[in-house]
């Protein structure tokens, strides 16, 4: 996992995602936020989006170029929690988030539980979606 400015990977975003045409709309105004680049498939215990590199940083972006399998995702601030771009499929668990964009382009799996809160963050999956309770 690399810790990388949003300049350096935007060229690798969706066209549609959130983060990257709002980014062009503004002229450029998350070009020297913290993205953690994580090349290739992860395989992770769980992912707090409030903080994900366990150091407090305020990360506004994961991005995985591959798969992403992991036991949880979640966060407790609903209000601005870092975003998820997956270039693959995303299987989980359980996901409990809300406040920020998370974009699969594969399949987005979900075990058990995917819920989703507040009045703002999107869901976008461009594949099939399953979960037990969505």
């Known amino acids: 996992m690399e810790l990388r400015k949003f300049s350096e990977i935007k060229h690798l975003l969706p066209a549609d995602s959130w983060a990257a045409w709002r980014n062009e709309a503004n002229n450029g105004e998350f070009e020297e936020e913290l993205v953690m680049h994580h090349k290739g498939d992860w395989e992770t215990s769980s992912i707090n989006l409030d903080d994900p590199d366990g150091k407090n940083e305020p990360i506004f972006l994961i991005l995985v170029e591959g ?68």
């Open 67 to 134: 798969n992403l399998k992991t036991g949880n995702i979640y966060n407790e601030e609903t209000d601005g929690a870092t975003g998820l771009i997956i270039l693959g499929d995303l299987t989980a668990d359980n996901i409990v988030v809300g406040g920020q964009e998370i974009y699969v382009t594969g399949n987005l799996n979900v075990k058990d539980l995917y819920w989703g809160d507040y009045n703002h963050g999107t869901l976008v999956c461009q594949g099939t979606v399953k979960a037990r309770v969505f």
